[in-house]
Nanobody
Framework: QVQLVESGGGLVQAGGSLRLSCAASGRIFSSSAMGWFRQAPGKEREFVAAINWTGASTYYADSVKGRFTISRDNAKNTVYLQMNSLKPEDTAVYYC?????????????????WGQGTQVTVSS
């Protein structure tokens, strides 16, 4: 199991930026794909971004493509989500997740460990 702790959420105006971090401990972080998901009030959890174990491949939901960037630092056991040009519809609890294998995926079933989440609120 991987233990995950997210940070960096908060309140920001539309058009602003935030950077989320997810610190991992436990089994080997560097051999796992990592992902970010989000859940808005009254909605199902949805995929945001994922990155493979080396960081060479990244995947994004269409709704965030061109605005969000996922990256990882295996030396620091940390994955990041840089969020730019934020919109009110990006408001949600954002969850970090560790993959069951090395390859990125948009399916929540492919992720076996989850953080507690961090709130992101974008005001209009």
């Amino acid at each position: 199991q991987v233990q995950l702790v997210e940070s960096g959420g908060g309140l920001v105006q539309a058009g602003g930026s935030l950077r989320l971090s997810c610190a991992a401990s436990g089994r080997i972080f560097s051999s796992s794909a990592m992902g970010w998901f989000r859940q808005a009030p009254g909605k199902e959890r949805e995929f945001v971004a994922a990155i493979n174990w080396t960081g060479a491949s990244t995947y994004y939901a269409d709704s965030v493509k061109g605005r969000f960037t996922i990256s990882r630092d295996n030396a620091k056991n940390t994955v990041y989500l840089q969020m730019n040009s934020l919109k009110p519809e990006d408001t949600a609890v954002y969850y970090c997740a560790a993959g069951r294998n090395r390859y990125g995926s948009s399916r929540s079933a492919d992720f076996g460990s989850w953080g507690q989440g961090t709130q992101v609120t974008v005001s209009s």
